[in-house]
C-alpha cells in the first residue's frame, strides 16, 4: 500500500473515531452526574432576600424634608412595603421621626407600624407610640394620627405621660402650631388628670 494511500485511510478513519470519542466522553459526564442532587436553593435566594423580593420591601427607607409651614421632618423605618389593593398607601415597621420647628422645639416620634397615605398627605402611627417633645413632655398612646405637609397630629384615645409639671392622663391629645411664633402646642383634653412634682 502506497504512503499517500495509508495516510489518506487514517485520515478517514479519525474523522469517524474522533467524534464517536468525544460523545463517548460527554456521555460519561452525564452518567456520573446523574447521581448528585439537583434543584439545590442558592443561599442567596433565600429567606429575607427572597420574602423582601415578594412582598416588594423596602429595607431601611429614609425621608427628609420640610412642610408648609416650615417645619423640617425626617423619618427613618426599618422596613416599608406597599399597601396591597390601596393605592398610594404604604406601611411601614419600626417608625423613628424627628420634627424641628422654626422656633428650634424638637419632636420626637417612635411607632412600631405606621400607615402612610400619600393622597391625603396623613400618617396613622400605631403599636406603643412614644412623643418626646424639648419642652420636657415624654409620652405614650396607642395611635396617633398626623399630618404630612404640616405639624398638626392627634390621638384618637387616652394618652399618658410625663411632663416639666409632673404625671398625666388624658383622654385625648392635640398637636398644633402657632402660626405667628411657630411653636409648638400641646392640648389636652377629655378628662384631664394632672399630678403635680415640685420642682427641687
Given at each position: 500500500?502506497?504512503k499517500?494511500?495509508?495516510?489518506?485511510?487514517?485520515?478517514?478513519?479519525l474523522k469517524i473515531?474522533?467524534?464517536?470519542?468525544?460523545?463517548?466522553?460527554l456521555?460519561?459526564?452525564?452518567?456520573l452526574?446523574?447521581?448528585?442532587?439537583?434543584?439545590?436553593?442558592?443561599?442567596f435566594?433565600?429567606?429575607e432576600?427572597?420574602?423582601n423580593?415578594?412582598?416588594?420591601?423596602?429595607?431601611?427607607?429614609?425621608?427628609a424634608g420640610?412642610?408648609?409651614?416650615?417645619?423640617s421632618?425626617?423619618?427613618?423605618?426599618?422596613a416599608a412595603r406597599p399597601?396591597?389593593?390601596?393605592p398610594?398607601?404604604?406601611?411601614?415597621?419600626?417608625?423613628?421621626?424627628q420634627?424641628v420647628?422654626?422656633?428650634?422645639?424638637a419632636i420626637?416620634l417612635?411607632?412600631?407600624r405606621a400607615?402612610?397615605?400619600?393622597?391625603?398627605q396623613?400618617?396613622t402611627l400605631?403599636?406603643?407610640v412614644?412623643?418626646?417633645?424639648s419642652q420636657?413632655?415624654?409620652?405614650?398612646t396607642?395611635?396617633?394620627?398626623?399630618?404630612?405637609?404640616?405639624?398638626?397630629?392627634q390621638t384618637?384615645g387616652?394618652?399618658?405621660?410625663?411632663?416639666?409639671?409632673?404625671?398625666?392622663?388624658a383622654?385625648?391629645m392635640?398637636?398644633?402650631?402657632?402660626?405667628?411664633t411657630g411653636d409648638?402646642h400641646?392640648?389636652?383634653?377629655n378628662?384631664?388628670?394632672?399630678?403635680?412634682?415640685?420642682q427641687?
Amino acid at each position: 500500500m502506497a504512503k499517500g494511500e495509508l495516510y489518506s485511510k487514517v485520515i478517514a478513519w479519525l474523522k469517524i473515531l474522533l467524534p464517536l470519542a468525544a460523545l463517548g466522553l460527554l456521555s460519561t459526564v452525564f452518567l456520573l452526574s446523574s447521581d448528585r442532587e439537583t434543584g439545590v436553593d442558592l443561599p442567596f435566594v433565600t429567606g429575607e432576600l427572597r420574602d423582601n423580593a415578594a412582598r416588594q420591601q423596602v429595607t431601611a427607607p429614609y425621608y427628609a424634608g420640610t412642610t408648609a409651614d416650615g417645619a423640617s421632618v425626617t423619618l427613618r423605618a426599618s422596613a416599608a412595603r406597599p399597601v396591597p389593593d390601596a393605592p398610594d398607601t404604604a406601611e411601614a415597621d419600626e417608625i423613628s421621626a424627628q420634627i424641628v420647628m422654626q422656633s428650634g422645639e424638637a419632636i420626637d416620634l417612635s411607632a412600631d407600624r405606621a400607615l402612610v397615605r400619600n393622597a391625603s398627605q396623613t400618617v396613622t402611627l400605631s403599636g406603643s407610640v412614644v412623643i418626646v417633645t424639648s419642652q420636657g413632655y415624654r409620652l405614650t398612646t396607642d395611635v396617633l394620627e398626623a399630618a404630612l405637609d404640616r405639624v398638626a397630629a392627634q390621638t384618637p384615645g387616652a394618652v399618658r405621660g410625663t411632663g416639666p409639671l409632673g404625671t398625666l392622663d388624658a383622654g385625648r391629645m392635640e398637636l398644633t402650631t402657632d402660626a405667628q411664633t411657630g411653636d409648638a402646642h400641646l392640648l389636652f383634653t377629655n378628662g384631664v388628670k394632672l399630678v403635680y412634682t415640685p420642682q427641687s
